[in-house]
Antibody
Framework: QVQLQESGPGLVKPSQTLSLTCTVS??????????WSWIRQPPGKGLEWIGY???????YYNPSLKSRVTISVDTSKNQFSLKLSSVTAADTAVYYC????????????WGQGTLVTVSS | NFMLTQPHSVSESPGKTVTISCTRS????????VQWYQQRPGSSPTTVIY?????PSGVPDRFSGSIDSSSNSASLTISGLKTEDEADYYC?????????FGGGTKLTVL
């Protein structure tokens, strides 16, 4: 059973860069069958897809966030990471990492989520 | 880009059947698979339907999915409602490589 665990600071100051890492266990991030995604959920609101990375390093980002997002992968550590620059209070959310099936585009395994608050 | 529109909330009594709709704003609903996720308070989403109408193992057959090209929408139907079904439900689909979630529907079982 694949497990994903997000880690990173829970508080980020406005205008700074939010950085999170997702550690994958029980499966290999180098499997060619999956994308590795970041999704966020502001308090009391719905889900928003941020972007994904393939084990080869290919990425695709939500057009609305593309200018501020970088997703990278470290296959040696079985981890992938998110950087979101120039954050504002609107970026306050629970951030989830998830495994996404390549063929069906289903998000089949999710991390528990981590709350990141943007505040001075 | 397209949007997926869901009703904000629905409610129904235990034992009854409820259907949640998900309407695609542009492009054909049949062009790309639709998934449905259940999210209980304080928990991560879990898949209840994938590939329009497939149930993951462990999801009861009370949950079913369908698409309707005439209305360009997908539907999640839950029959024999139980109080444990009370949750938020999200549809999800994609276009090229862009992933889109519906705004979510809060299901109340009262």
């Amino acid at each position: 059973q694949v497990q994903l665990q997000e880690s990173g600071p829970g508080l980020v100051k406005p205008s700074q860069t939010l950085s999170l890492t997702c550690t994958v266990s029980g499966g290999s991030i180098s499997s060619g069958d999956y994308y590795w995604s970041w999704i966020r959920q502001p308090p009391g609101k719905g889900l928003e897809w941020i972007g994904y990375i393939y084990y080869s390093g290919s990425t695709y980002y939500n057009p609305s966030l593309k200018s501020r997002v970088t997703i990278s992968v470290d296959t040696s550590k079985n981890q992938f990471s998110l950087k979101l620059s120039s954050v504002t209070a609107a970026d306050t959310a629970v951030y989830y990492c998830a495994q996404q099936q390549l063929v069906t585009q289903t998000f089949d395994y999710w991390g528990q989520g981590t709350l990141v608050t943007v505040s001075s | 880009n397209f949007m997926l529109t869901q009703p904000h909330s629905v409610s129904e009594s235990p034992g009854k059947t409820v259907t949640i709709s998900c309407t695609r704003s542009s492009g054909s609903i049949a062009s790309n698979y639709v998934q449905w996720y259940q999210q209980r308070p304080g928990s991560s989403p879990t898949t209840v339907i994938y590939e329009d109408n497939q149930r993951p193992s462990g999801v009861p057959d009370r949950f079913s999915g369908s698409i309707d090209s005439s209305s360009n929408s997908a539907s999640l139907t839950i029959s024999g409602l139980k109080t444990e079904d009370e949750a938020d439900y999200y549809c999800q689909s994609y276009d090229s490589s862009n992933q889109v979630f519906g705004g979510g529907t809060k299901l109340t079982v009262l």
